[in-house]
């Protein structure tokens, strides 16, 4: 299936373990869950204008959750790990604004 890109980089993931990796180059991305790598480095480099040199994935499995008598679980999610070439950087959303 074709996604455009804005569709399949859904959001960055920005958190302490994501900002200890952005320093060798590393970005994290929340992305579309059936998105493959080829399309993932291909969506951040048109986004962003940058080279990725590599794209590592994995999936988030929803959490339990319990309202009551009924027992749930909340959506599962990809992530998706991206590195860029050296010296090259994306703006983290919270330095936008």
Do not use: C
Request: hydrophobic letters at 40%; glycine letters at 8%.
């Amino acid at each position: 299936m074709m996604f455009d890109p804005s569709q399949i980089v859904v959001s960055q993931i920005i958190t302490e373990k994501s900002l200890g990796l952005k320093v060798n180059g590393v970005y994290t991305f929340r992305v579309l869950q059936h998105a493959r790598k080829t399309q993932i480095k291909d969506a951040v480099e048109k986004l962003f204008n940058v080279e990725v040199i590599s794209v590592n994935t994995t999936k988030v499995l929803g959490k339990k959750r319990i309202a009551g008598k009924s027992i749930g679980r909340t959506a599962g999610w990809k992530k998706a790990y991206v590195q860029l070439k050296k010296g090259q950087k994306i703006k983290l959303l919270e330095e936008i604004k």
